[in-house]
């Protein structure tokens, strides 16, 4: 069972650390254990009870009134709330229940009915990116159990595939062809996959490598195919030089391709980028991006 700071609680909630300071000590909705030096912590249950609370509390029911439910009560009252909600952050806070608790059904069904009112580009963008950057620090500092990570990237992985084998690949002999890859060392696929998926819905032709590839496999393919754009993503393989050395590396060796680049270490960090490397901040700008190359 992972264990959660209150920082962290906050970070996963949107409610403030003073706020639930306040409902544990007025209302008890949450009782945190203690460690040995006495810093209070939490567990997988409170978590999912605050974020089913914010969920009520954000659609209007008073905190006093949440606090008397119990845990059945509580449960149904969200899923009713939630039925039909198109907030993407109920939608966030529903997913995270469903990972903490490994509920397949309930995480495929949240994701099949906001995909159904807002389609799949829309989902991905107001609901799934936010909600693994929202996790994504607890991973790497060991807060939620990694299972956590492989259970939901495997689901949203499979419709990713999904979407992408239903797109026409080109035929045009004039379009313009991306090479898509991630450094060796780096596993973390999901956005690349997502950014393929735009890249062939826009007609372009994609070849797309994986993940942990060396630099010379991408060297080799690139003679091979005459790209004119690559495109990776940098999150947890490469610290802050080691990303600029990497980027240097591939703007030296691809001086007349444009290199588009997204990920943790691109958002985080403060890199002067070479002239012909371009950072994605999001894929609302990489759509817009793709309509003028």
Same mark, same amino acid.
């Given at each position: 069972?992972?264990?959660?700071?209150?920082?962290?609680?906050?970070?996963?909630?949107?409610?403030?650390?003073?706020?639930?300071?306040?409902?544990?000590?007025?209302?008890?909705?949450?009782?945190? *254990?203690?460690?040995?030096?006495?810093?209070?912590?939490?567990?997988?249950?409170?978590?999912?009870?605050?974020?089913?609370?914010?969920?009520?509390?954000?659609? !209007?029911?008073?905190?006093?009134?949440?606090?008397?439910?119990?845990? %059945?009560?509580?449960?149904?009252?969200?899923?009713? *709330?939630?039925?039909?909600?198109?907030?993407?952050?109920?939608?966030?806070?529903?997913?995270?229940?469903?990972?903490?608790?490994?509920?397949?059904?309930?995480?495929?069904?949240?994701?099949?009915?906001?995909?159904?009112?807002?389609?799949?580009?829309?989902? $991905?963008?107001?609901?799934?990116?936010?909600? /693994?950057?929202?996790?994504?620090?607890?991973?790497?500092? =060991?807060?939620?159990? @990694? *299972?956590?990570?492989?259970?939901?990237?495997? #689901?949203?992985?499979?419709?990713?595939? $999904?979407?992408?084998?239903?797109?026409?690949?080109?035929?045009?002999?004039?379009?313009?062809? /991306?090479? #898509?890859?991630?450094?060796? !060392?780096?596993?973390?696929?999901? *956005?690349?996959?997502?950014?393929? +998926? #735009?890249?062939?819905?826009? =007609?372009? #032709? $994609?070849?797309?490598? =994986?993940?942990?590839?060396?630099?010379?496999? $991408?060297?080799?393919?690139?003679?091979?195919?005459? @790209?004119?754009?690559?495109?990776?993503?940098?999150?947890?393989?490469?610290?802050?030089?080691?990303?600029?050395?990497?980027?240097?590396?591939?703007?030296?060796?691809?001086?007349?391709?444009?290199?588009?680049?997204? !990920?943790?270490?691109?958002?985080?960090?403060?890199?002067?980028?070479?002239?012909?490397?371009?950072?994605?901040?999001?894929?609302? +700008?990489?759509?817009? %991006?793709?309509?003028?190359?």
């Amino acid at each position: 069972m992972a264990s959660y700071s209150i920082k962290e609680l906050e970070n996963l909630s949107g409610i403030k650390a003073h706020t639930i300071r306040i409902w544990e000590k007025r209302y008890a909705i949450i009782k945190p *254990a203690r460690t040995d030096t006495n810093i209070r912590y939490y567990c997988d249950d409170d978590l999912k009870r605050l974020l089913n609370i914010a969920i009520l509390n954000r659609s !209007g029911m008073r905190i006093s009134n949440i606090s008397k439910l119990s845990d %059945t009560e509580l449960t149904n009252k969200v899923m009713n *709330a939630s039925s039909d909600s198109s907030s993407s952050e109920s939608n966030i806070e529903n997913l995270i229940i469903a990972m903490v608790e490994m509920d397949e059904y309930k995480f495929d069904r949240i994701l099949s009915r906001y995909i159904m009112h807002e389609g799949f580009e829309n989902t $991905v963008i107001k609901v799934i990116f936010p909600f /693994f950057e929202k996790i994504g620090l607890l991973w790497q500092t =060991g807060s939620i159990n @990694p *299972a956590h990570e492989h259970f939901v990237s495997n #689901l949203f992985r499979q419709k990713l595939m $999904v979407a992408i084998d239903n797109i026409v690949v080109s035929e045009s002999q004039t379009a313009k062809k /991306f090479l #898509l890859f991630l450094p060796e !060392g780096e596993y973390h696929e999901l *956005a690349l996959l997502f950014y393929n +998926y #735009l890249i062939k819905k826009s =007609g372009r #032709l $994609v070849y797309y490598l =994986g993940s942990s590839v060396p630099f010379k496999d $991408v060297l080799e393919t690139s003679k091979m195919v005459n @790209p004119d754009f690559l495109f990776t993503s940098l999150t947890s393989s490469l610290n802050k030089d080691e990303t600029k050395a990497y980027l240097k590396n591939l703007s030296e060796t691809f001086p007349f391709q444009k290199i588009f680049v997204t !990920g943790l270490q691109i958002k985080e960090n403060f890199i002067d980028l070479p002239s012909n490397v371009l950072k994605v901040s999001s894929p609302v +700008y990489f759509a817009e %991006t793709l309509k003028n190359n």
